[in-house]
């Protein structure tokens, strides 16, 4: 079945199409297509979504969604077992109505409707996926669009209208998840980006390229904070670009900061790349940097099981007596233990530790 517009919605469709490649952030320009696209296809909830399969879970890179409000909680708990999602990973281009594919009588039975559809009034939905990559990142980026029971099931004209926008949707979120695949291979080899919680890219000019700040992975860090932080460091670093020449910038220029709230502490790093000439940010919790650095250490330097447990005694702070009561070993052994550390990682004291963990 052809799709048929009237000349105030074909308007609209050519005009959401001009600006999805023209936004310079694509995860806000997929945030304004879903506000867009309920003008020519009525949805209560809808969302186009980033995510790797592990062996046994779910991890959504990006959640990008419309009216979903404190029903997405719902959601998060049970996504593991969200049935359309095996089907949004086949190879083949797939978008379908979800009242065609599974049976109700059968889909009621299932904890995943009893525990998120039917509580999030989610009885009809269109679900595809938008882009699969072959290579080793392994993301796969789906649309999903829902109704209430007390709505009609959606049309075949609504499903061919989701699939006429499919080529251009899935042409952006494969520029977004090259953009992550790059800043996995290249930019963070140091931390995992599995705990990046916010990054952003900027160009020379300090204009967002790419982000997942829409997502609101952490509560507590405000939009306005993120971006003025992230654009005073990106400054920083133009000042050392400048002071240096542009000739001589030939490797990547990093700088960090560390930031409190409440009872959290998080890692900021902001590094330039001279290749494609753009700033990369992003926000890690700031205890899983410290278990990833002091485990990168252990590895390196061969430590064995009790100097990796003393090493994190002393990162922590706690005196030569306090590791001998929390080991419940005596103090010449927490002193040998503490020497051999130093000596496999080439200091001398704990200054020159905290240098190596906090600083390096």
């Not at 506000?35 to 990008?64: H, M, P, T, W």
Request: hydrophobic share 35%; proline share 1%; with cysteine.
């Amino acid at each position: 079945m052809a799709f048929t517009f009237n000349e105030n919605e074909f308007y609209t469709f050519n005009k959401m199409i001009s600006d999805l490649y023209v936004a310079y952030n694509k995860i806000d320009a997929l945030q304004h297509f879903l506000e867009e696209l309920k003008k020519l296809c009525f949805f209560e909830k809808g969302d186009i979504y980033i995510f790797k399969k592990g062996q046994n879970s779910i991890r959504f890179e990006n959640f990008i969604f419309a009216g979903w409000g404190k029903d997405l909680n719902y959601y998060f708990k049970v996504c593991d077992m969200d049935d359309a999602l095996p089907i949004v990973s086949l190879k083949q281009p797939i978008i379908f109505k979800s009242s065609e594919i599974f049976t109700r009588s059968e889909r009621e039975k299932t904890r995943y409707f009893k525990e998120c559809l039917k509580p999030c009034n989610m009885y009809y939905s269109i679900e595809g996926n938008l882009f699969v990559e072959n290579s080793p990142s392994g993301y796969v980026c789906g649309i999903g669009l829902h109704r209430s029971k007390q709505s009609e099931d959606f049309t075949a004209q609504d499903l061919e209208l989701i699939k006429m926008f499919k080529l251009h949707l899935s042409r952006i979120v494969q520029d977004v998840c090259e953009a992550k695949h790059n800043l996995d291979k290249s930019k963070y080899t140091m931390f995992s980006h599995d705990n990046i919680l916010v990054y952003m890219v900027y160009d020379r000019d300090l204009n967002i390229m790419h982000s997942n700040i829409t997502t609101g992975l952490h509560s507590q860090l405000s939009l306005d904070t993120i971006r003025n932080m992230f654009t005073a460091m990106c400054e920083t670093l133009k000042q050392e670009i400048s002071a240096r020449g542009a000739s001589k910038v030939s490797e990547t220029l990093k700088t960090h900061s560390k930031i409190n709230l409440e009872d959290k502490s998080y890692y900021v790093n902001v590094s330039y790349n001279d290749s494609d000439q753009t700033f990369s940010c992003c926000v890690y919790d700031y205890s899983t940097i410290i278990d990833n650095i002091l485990l990168s250490i252990k590895e390196t330097n061969h430590l064995t099981l009790r100097e990796y447990e003393v090493l994190q005694y002393l990162v922590n702070g706690l005196s030569n007596t306090e590791i001998m009561e929390q080991c419940q070993i005596s103090m010449p052994t927490v002193k040998k233990h503490v020497s051999n550390i130093y000596q496999k990682l080439d200091i001398s004291g704990r200054h020159q530790l905290f240098q190596r963990v906090f600083y390096s």
